[in-house]
């Protein structure tokens, strides 16, 4: 594996690196303990410059290479948030803080963004500029869209970006990717039906929510199953049903259903929402209730560019000797609206046999950092040849 010499010289220096954010994990925004020490890092680089507070509390950084005869400007982007669960992998740099861990393994996407910055400040073998983005609140936050808002991209000139998400599974060091849609839109729903309540001895008296409510969970299948062409993607989730009283003998006045909608296209995410709708309002008037329905559009399906896709797996077949076709995930990643505003690519490496992301017993596999970091700094120094 033609893995850079240099990344495997500080493949300890980074382990370390990735070590202290796990154990110092922080959530959404509140990633100030995070973004300071990256901000150390970058510093002891001699990086161009440093900008905090973007996205609230994220970080962009430049770094110039020897030369600038091409005008290029490249995006390489890491999450640094972790996740509200608690830790169970028993490991020595396990979370000091009760009940919140790196469970997607964002710490080591900075880490490793962070030893391919040291390693470019160090070489500066490219003509033209880097940006190296630090970002919060990737786990439901929206922190890619609010540095878009912060104007990332005209701000520093970014032309196209880059990112990178570990994938358990998948051999270590490996890398995998798709063009086109590649990670789902995700929305939510609240919905809420009201009746009549009363004693449950006397259902003739009632107009009973809670059968109006079960009703529409399996309604709502429906979606998928008959509605939506089979060889589109989507999924209809109801994860949570909650009655006003959880007395055995009432008959409940209001239920209220909450879940969420994964769709791989503008035409399907349209769809899902009106279907819901729909359904619900025609649920509560057969049983002579109402139903209140409350849609939020969360981050938009995360395409990837071809013209990018292709180059980013061309790299990774440089730097692993090949390079997978990614399936759909309909997992969602923000890194969706910075690609709605640049052309760029998102890949997977692998992360080797491990528990999946999200799982208390998960940790990132610190044998991906050499093959990471080979990639990134292979993304600049082809793309933006030395002059």
């Given at each position: 594996?033609?893995?850079?010499?240099?990344?495997?010289?500080?493949?300890?220096?980074?382990?370390?690196?990735?070590?202290?954010?796990?154990?110092?994990?922080?959530?959404?925004?509140?990633?100030?303990?995070?973004?300071?020490?990256?901000?150390?890092?970058?510093?002891?680089?001699?990086?161009?410059?440093?900008?905090?507070?973007?996205?609230?509390?994220?970080?962009?950084?430049?770094?110039?290479?020897?030369t600038?005869t091409?005008?290029?400007?490249?995006?390489?982007?890491?999450?640094m948030?972790?996740?509200?669960?608690?830790?169970?992998?028993?490991?020595g740099?396990?979370?000091?803080?009760a009940?919140?861990?790196?469970?997607c393994?964002?710490?080591?996407?900075?880490?490793?963004?962070?030893g391919?910055?040291?390693?470019?400040?160090?070489?500066?073998?490219?003509?033209?500029?880097?940006?190296?983005?630090?970002?919060?609140?990737?786990?439901?936050?929206?922190?890619?869209?609010?540095?878009?808002?912060?104007?990332?991209?005209?701000?520093?000139?970014?032309?196209?970006?880059?990112?990178?998400?570990?994938?358990?599974?998948?051999?270590?060091?490996?890398?995998?990717?798709?063009?086109?849609?590649?990670?789902?839109?995700?929305?939510?729903?609240?919905?809420?039906?009201?009746g009549r309540?009363?004693?449950?001895?006397?259902?003739?008296?009632?107009?009973?929510?809670?059968?109006?409510?079960?009703?529409?969970?399996?309604?709502?299948?429906?979606?998928?199953?008959?509605?939506?062409?089979?060889?589109?993607?989507?999924?209809?989730?109801?994860?949570?049903?909650?009655?006003?009283?959880n007395?055995?003998?009432?008959?409940?006045?209001?239920?209220?259903?909450?879940?969420?909608?994964?769709?791989m296209?503008?035409?399907?995410?349209?769809?899902?929402?009106?279907?819901?709708?729909e359904?619900?309002?025609?649920?509560?008037?057969?049983?002579?209730?109402?139903?209140?329905?409350?849609?939020?559009?969360?981050?938009?399906?995360?395409?990837?560019?071809?013209d990018?896709?292709?180059?980013?797996?061309?790299?990774?077949?440089?730097?692993?000797?090949?390079c997978?076709?990614?399936?759909?995930?309909?997992?969602?990643?923000?890194?969706?609206?910075?690609l709605?505003?640049?052309?760029?690519?998102?890949i997977?490496?692998?992360n080797?046999?491990?528990?999946?992301?999200?799982?208390?017993?998960?940790?990132?596999?610190?044998?991906?950092?050499?093959?990471?970091?080979?990639?990134?700094?292979?993304?600049?120094?082809?793309?933006?040849?030395?002059?």
């Amino acid at each position: 594996m033609p893995i850079k010499n240099r990344m495997a010289e500080l493949h300890d220096e980074i382990s370390g690196w990735r070590r202290h954010i796990h154990a110092n994990p922080e959530l959404m925004f509140d990633v100030h303990e995070t973004a300071g020490f990256v901000v150390e890092r970058l510093r002891e680089f001699g990086v161009d410059d440093i900008a905090t507070g973007i996205g609230r509390s994220g970080v962009v950084a430049l770094i110039k290479g020897r030369t600038d005869t091409s005008g290029r400007v490249i995006g390489l982007r890491a999450d640094m948030d972790a996740l509200p669960i608690h830790e169970a992998t028993g490991a020595g740099h396990a979370s000091k803080t009760a009940g919140v861990m790196h469970a997607c393994g964002h710490d080591g996407h900075t880490a490793m963004l962070l030893g391919a910055a040291k390693y470019l400040a160090e070489t500066r073998n490219f003509d033209g500029t880097v940006v190296v983005i630090f970002q919060p609140a990737e786990e439901g936050g929206g922190g890619g869209k609010e540095m878009c808002d912060d104007g990332l991209m005209d701000r520093w000139g970014i032309q196209e970006v880059y990112g990178m998400h570990n994938w358990p599974g998948q051999p270590v060091g490996s890398f995998a990717i798709r063009p086109g849609a590649f990670f789902a839109a995700t929305d939510q729903f609240d919905i809420e039906f009201e009746g009549r309540g009363g004693h449950a001895a006397k259902p003739q008296d009632t107009v009973d929510t809670t059968v109006m409510a079960a009703q529409a969970v399996l309604a709502l299948q429906t979606i998928a199953s008959r509605n939506a062409d089979p060889v589109d993607q989507v999924v209809v989730s109801v994860t949570s049903f909650a009655t006003s009283t959880n007395a055995f003998n009432v008959i409940p006045q209001l239920v209220r259903l909450k879940g969420t909608v994964r769709s791989m296209s503008n035409t399907m995410r349209d769809l899902a929402e009106k279907r819901i709708r729909e359904i619900c309002a025609g649920v509560a008037a057969t049983f002579g209730g109402s139903a209140r329905v409350k849609y939020h559009r969360g981050y938009p399906v995360m395409a990837n560019h071809p013209d990018q896709t292709e180059f980013a797996a061309q790299v990774a077949r440089k730097v692993a000797g090949d390079c997978a076709d990614a399936p759909l995930v309909m997992g969602g990643e923000d890194f969706a609206f910075m690609l709605e505003e640049r052309p760029g690519a998102y890949i997977l490496v692998g992360n080797g046999d491990t528990a999946h992301v999200h799982h208390p017993e998960y940790d990132f596999n610190d044998e991906a950092i050499p093959a990471g970091c080979s990639w990134w700094a292979e993304i600049v120094e082809r793309r933006m040849p030395a002059a």
